[in-house]
């Protein structure tokens, strides 16, 4: 199981860039058919949004990878260090 | 005796906590509610500055500060403590709900209104931000570990319960304003849609009230009288590596698939039967407080569960039959409202037409109305609107029609049934995910640390849920059901994150 955890942290590390690149791509697509103020502010809030997601996204992996969801807290003297 | 007062007291707890957070999600959705009257009367379309206003309102309000407010409010409740700060959050709500009621339109200040409209929708949004995390935090630190979830379950009542105020006030206002309903609907488009905002201030002020004869949360006082109080709750909660990977693992394995399932539910669901199945406008909202009526008990019935098998996979569970079910489900109401598997009642079809001379011009609006009855009880009313110009060779290309539907009440009961069973599913994701968070976190920082992943979740990937369901509609217009794949892979992600990530494990002592 803790390999599991592990190895799919590769999946959540490499899901950040895929949803920003494919966020962007459809934001430039949508914006150059339709190129008014409306699409414009919609598409921008949309990426803006969710791009620190997404590098939140790559650092759960990371720590998924590194095995820090092998254990999870059982007391706040193991939360703060 | 002790059991007795102990009993009552948490009782006061839980009832002056959810009733002003119940309060919050009512001011908050009231504007969602209304936007379309609040658009016509602040942010005219001929405008495109005010148009801008009004883009930035819907979105920026909802999603974008929701989170901030989670930070500023989160860090205040963890510094100064609960009582004060979600004091705070409840007198800003309700001071900018009641503003927004009292602000006149553009046809009276200009562009002062939907800048001032934009400034107190985003308070609103600030509030509401900090308002659920005190609250959730404040009920769970006087809960014994045995009823945390159950204690917890009454404040998760009070989002859907709030919708439910919200669309019951507006239908009440929209039908009590003229004897003729389509005056009183002319009158409520007009001023009526005030009324909503002003009410606010009789609940908040109740809630106030109340608030302000409570004690402060047992725990934090405690951590206060010791001085063991964070002094930076924002750094201690996302720069120490410890507390960070549980605040992503509560948004990516829960939050964010709960907030999904929320909106899908509950608002997508109501925009889908509107704006996709054309079903009239009262009878959507009335279908839709039925639903919730009878489904917010299980809110509680989750909530108390969870002290006993533990909250993880109930919430799993609530997401795996959303995942599996919404595409049946969505296309059961496609189905059941669809005239084109009808039979008309061709004899009661009536067609009327009337004119309207165009202001300031020689030109005729043309309003033409068709009523289709159906042998299942099911009716169909087509408006068509297009002008008649007098110049010679100008024709309108495509006039506007509108199309409302009223369904059978055996379909009626139906499609509440099926919107039920769609809010189950909330209350199972959403039921125990107060006592989960209020878990993961130690009390010195469990107002911020909590606030944020629940705000991301809910207010930016649930809050977003139907305009990227409605944009993908639009998108790839072949499959009417196209929107939900969103709500499915964002659940779907969480789902895996969840299963493999979170223990299921019960706190037992959060005092530390």
Redesign the interface.
């Known amino acids: 199981m803790d390999n599991?955890?592990r190895i799919?942290g590769i999946i959540?590390i490499l899901?950040g860039p895929l949803s920003v690149y494919y966020l962007v791509k459809?934001a430039v697509i949508?914006i150059s058919k339709k190129p008014v103020?409306?699409t414009k502010?919609?598409w921008t809030?949309?990426v803006v949004?969710?791009i620190p997601?997404a590098i939140?996204?790559v650092?759960?992996g990371y720590?998924?990878l590194k095995g820090?969801?092998k254990h999870?807290?059982?007391?706040?003297?193991?939360?703060?260090? | 005796m002790n059991q007795t007062n102990e009993a009552y007291n948490i009782r006061k707890v839980i009832a002056a906590s959810s009733v002003g957070t119940l309060i919050e999600w009512y001011d908050f959705y009231i504007f969602g509610s209304l936007a379309t009257v609040i658009a016509n009367q602040f942010f005219p379309k001929t405008n495109p500055t005010a148009a801008l206003l009004s883009t930035l309102a819907t979105f920026a309000a909802g999603f974008i500060v929701r989170p901030f407010g989670a930070l500023v409010f989160g860090r205040l409740g963890d510094l100064i403590g609960r009582k004060y700060t979600f004091l705070l959050t409840l007198i800003i709500m309700g001071g900018s709900t009641f503003a927004i009621g009292l602000v006149p339109g553009y046809a009276q200040i200009g562009f002062a209104a939907p800048i001032i409209v934009l400034i107190l929708r985003l308070l609103q949004g600030l509030a509401l931000g900090g308002e659920y995390g005190g609250a959730a935090t404040y009920v769970a630190e006087h809960s014994p570990s045995n009823k945390r979830g159950y204690y917890t379950s009454w404040i998760q009542t009070t989002a859907t319960l709030g919708l439910f105020l919200s669309l019951g006030i507006i239908l009440i206002t929209r039908h009590i304003l003229d004897q003729d309903p389509v005056k009183s609907i002319s009158k409520f488009n007009d001023w009526g849609w005030r009324v909503p905002f002003l009410f606010s201030v009789f609940l908040v002020a109740i809630s106030i009230y109340i608030r302000l004869k409570m004690k402060e949360s047992p725990l934090f006082a405690r951590l206060k009288s010791e001085g063991k109080v964070s002094k930076n709750p924002l750094k201690e909660s996302f720069s120490h590596r410890s507390n960070l990977k549980m605040v992503l693992l509560a948004l990516f394995g829960a939050t964010m698939g709960q907030g999904v399932v929320w909106y899908t539910s509950q608002f997508y669901a109501m925009t889908f039967i509107e704006a996709t199945c054309k079903l009239d406008f009262d009878q959507t909202r009335t279908i839709f407080m039925w639903a919730i009526l009878f489904a917010t008990p299980f809110f509680i019935v989750f909530g108390k569960w969870s002290d006993r098998i533990g909250r993880k996979w109930l919430m799993l569970a609530g997401m795996l039959l959303a995942i599996v079910t919404y595409r049946p489900l969505f296309r059961m109401l496609v189905s059941i409202t669809d005239t084109q598997n009808k039979t008309e009642v061709t004899t009661k079809k009536q067609i009327r037409s009337s004119f309207q001379i165009v202001d300031n011009s020689n030109d005729t609006l043309r309003i033409r109305t068709i009523n289709h009855f159906f042998t299942d009880g099911t009716s169909l009313v087509e408006t068509s609107t297009d002008t008649l110009y007098t110049a010679p060779g100008k024709v309108t290309l495509k006039p506007e029609v509108k199309t409302s539907k009223i369904v059978s009440t055996q379909n009626y009961w139906l499609i509440t049934g099926i919107i039920f069973i769609m809010i189950i599913y909330v209350t199972m994701v959403y039921g125990p995910i107060a006592a989960f968070l209020v878990e993961l976190f130690p009390t010195k920082i469990r107002y911020t640390s909590m606030s944020l992943p629940y705000h991301i979740g809910n207010g930016i990937f649930g809050g977003l849920t139907p305009f990227i369901a409605t944009l993908l509609a639009t998108i790839y217009s072949g499959d009417k059901l196209v929107g939900l794949y969103y709500t499915i892979i964002v659940a779907g992600i969480c789902l895996l994150i969840g299963a493999l990530y979170i223990n299921n494990k019960i706190d037992k002592d959060i005092s530390d």
């Open positions: 599991i955890k799919a959540w899901l459809t949508e103020l409306d502010i919609q809030v949309f949004v969710f997601i939140g996204m650092l759960f720590y998924a820090e969801y999870l807290p059982e007391s706040s003297a193991e939360i703060i260090d």
